[in-house]
């Protein structure tokens, strides 16, 4: 699909529902692609990272996420649709896919602390009954384990696999074993497993509005999340300030 540059790293500029068009076509097509998200915090990292800003321009698709993107992208004279983070796509993709009556795609579940996923698991199964959440395993498994975890995902005829490793982990866990996983989609979704569980709460509905769902993160975290978010953002313009002058 037709990608901008922002700045060095090529987005897609979709609706939510042009995106999870997409996503299913390539699910009835079993034609296998890789979805992740854009922050201020990966446009950062992929600065200093060029195999990291690699991995993000060769994604399928690559999805906005924050008002930092946003306007970035104005900055450089177009705009997005609308907000594509995670925590509220992956929810329309599976509402989507809950309505199709003639398949049931199966999902699997990777990251997150010990028994976490598989309490996203459970409560997403009773949310979306027409979906298979087939499998979990939590994120912290030792590098000798992986071609135990990848041989559970395949054996599993997993259609969808979630990896909520955090940034850039997710997205070098998923690049590099990518050509021994069998699942159509594959998609790095942050934090999406923990509030799936309900052991993390969202921001409520009036900072998600604003766009500040950052800011309550931040409050709640603020020693591991300071220097992400306040330095972060500080970081993020200056790098596009940088960029936009260079064109």
């Not at 799936?196 to 509905?205: H, T």
Request: hydrophobic share 40%.
């Amino acid at each position: 699909m037709d990608k901008k540059w922002l700045g060095n790293i090529k987005v897609n500029v979709l609706s939510s529902k042009e995106a999870i068009t997409h996503i299913k076509e390539k699910l009835e097509k079993r034609v296998l692609s890789d979805i992740f998200f854009l922050n201020d915090h990966g446009y950062n990292i992929a600065q200093k990272d060029a195999a990291y800003r690699d991995m993000l321009n060769q994604a399928d698709l690559l999805l906005n996420d924050g008002i930092g993107i946003e306007i970035g992208a104005k900055l450089f004279g177009f705009s997005f649709k609308e907000n594509l983070n995670g925590t509220d796509f992956i929810p329309a993709l599976f509402q989507s896919l809950n309505e199709e009556t003639d398949k049931r795609y199966r999902v699997f579940l990777l990251g997150a602390k010990p028994g976490v996923a598989q309490k996203a698991q459970d409560r997403l199964q009773k949310k979306y009954k027409n979906i298979l959440f087939i499998g979990n395993q939590d994120g912290y498994f030792p590098k000798e384990n992986t071609k135990k975890v990848i041989e559970q995902i395949n054996n599993s005829k997993t259609d969808i696999l979630l990896v909520g490793f955090g940034m850039p982990l997710q997205e070098q866990w998923i690049n590099e074993h990518r050509s021994k996983l069998e699942s159509t989609i594959t998609i790095a979704v942050g934090a999406f497993i923990d509030f799936s569980s309900g052991d993390v709460a969202r921001a409520p509905k009036v900072f998600r509005n604003l766009r500040l769902e950052w800011l309550y993160r931040m409050g709640k975290e603020p020693r591991r999340l300071w220097k992400r978010n306040v330095v972060g953002h500080f970081s993020f313009f200056y790098s596009i300030y940088k960029q936009r002058k260079i064109r």
